[in-house]
């Protein structure tokens, strides 16, 4: 039943999403708020909702645009669903911010494979992963998904090979007027940001501990079923592949070595794992596997999410 709601991209399969989203965000708010809520405080909230949506169909647009889903609606369900394992970034608009810019990034790369407009998509690609790390400091890991895209497909122009570099002093420019502009304390910021520590024990609570032991089962599952299947795909998907699951691991190093750890931090490997999960799904051959896979990851995420709140 839930295969054949989003089969195919409908009005009605992205309502559904749409409004789970928007039902799941104010749960979570209506149990965290401080009863002090200014305009400000409104503004935000809704300026995070946006970015939630804005990066959920980033990431459907880039499955779509190219060839990687049928197009079905399986990449905003299971999007929407690894969210849930993480309630309290329905509360954190700097790494939802970080993890837009970072899609952004993405969908340049991606697209790569078309060879059009080469150096516009890796300068672009590029710039936006050094204003992710603005936000959060350790996206400018996603850098090396930008070499590894250049090696790809455009390794043998060498003027390709500078473009990372012109976008940094770019970012460094624009970040360096802003913070001048409006408050220099961003600097100190940035700077006390560019820490890593792989201590993992951080949980509050055995719930935090469970929702991350799911999540990485069901990671685990959908990357090796992609590495294991990955010479059935069509050639010309590859790299474009390649690049998802290359995304994947740079999301999960951003998490072994950020400071201040929290499951918020997985942000980084829900667009790329979604994609993952939708390819496995439309790739399996008989019905009850589907339904079983996409029943236990909601009831996963269901589960996760009403633990923690």
């Not at 700077?191 to 089962?217: E, G």
Request: glycine residues 2%.
């Amino acid at each position: 039943m839930i295969t054949s709601l989003f089969r195919k991209s409908t009005p009605l399969n992205y309502s559904l999403v749409i409004l789970a989203v928007v039902f799941f965000f104010f749960i979570f708010q209506i149990g965290h708020t401080t009863g002090q809520n200014t305009l400000a405080d409104y503004v935000l909230k809704f300026s995070l909702l946006s970015f939630i949506f804005a990066s959920l169909f980033i990431a459907n647009f880039i499955v779509k645009k190219n060839g990687l889903s049928k197009d079905s609606a399986y990449t905003v369900l299971f999007y929407l669903v690894f969210l849930l394992f993480s309630p309290p970034l329905m509360d954190n608009l700097r790494l939802v911010v970080a993890n837009f810019l970072v899609l952004l990034s993405m969908r340049r790369l991606v697209s790569l494979h078309s060879l059009k407009a080469t150096k516009e998509k890796i300068f672009d690609a590029s710039l936006w992963i050094f204003l992710a790390a603005f936000f959060h400091f350790w996206c400018i890991a996603f850098i090396v998904l930008v070499f590894i895209s250049i090696l790809f497909h455009a390794a043998r122009d060498y003027r390709n090979w500078f473009l990372p570099f012109i976008a940094f002093f770019t970012a460094v420019t624009i970040f360096l007027f802003f913070a001048l502009l409006i408050d220099k304390e961003w600097i100190n910021q940035l700077i006390a940001n560019a820490q890593f520590d792989f201590k993992i024990n951080y949980f509050d609570n055995n719930f935090q501990n469970a929702a991350l032991s799911v999540y990485a089962t069901i990671a685990l599952f959908f990357v090796v079923s992609l590495l294991l299947s990955l010479s059935n795909r069509p050639l010309i998907l590859h790299s474009s592949y390649k690049k998802i699951i290359w995304s994947f691991f740079i999301g999960v190093l951003i998490f072994v070595v950020s400071p201040h750890k929290s499951n918020e931090l997985l942000i980084f490997t829900f667009a790329p794992l979604a994609m993952m999960a939708t390819s496995h799904v439309e790739a399996a051959a008989i019905q009850w596997q589907k339904e079983v896979i996409l029943a236990v990851t909601i009831s996963s995420g269901l589960f996760a999410y009403f633990l923690q709140l």
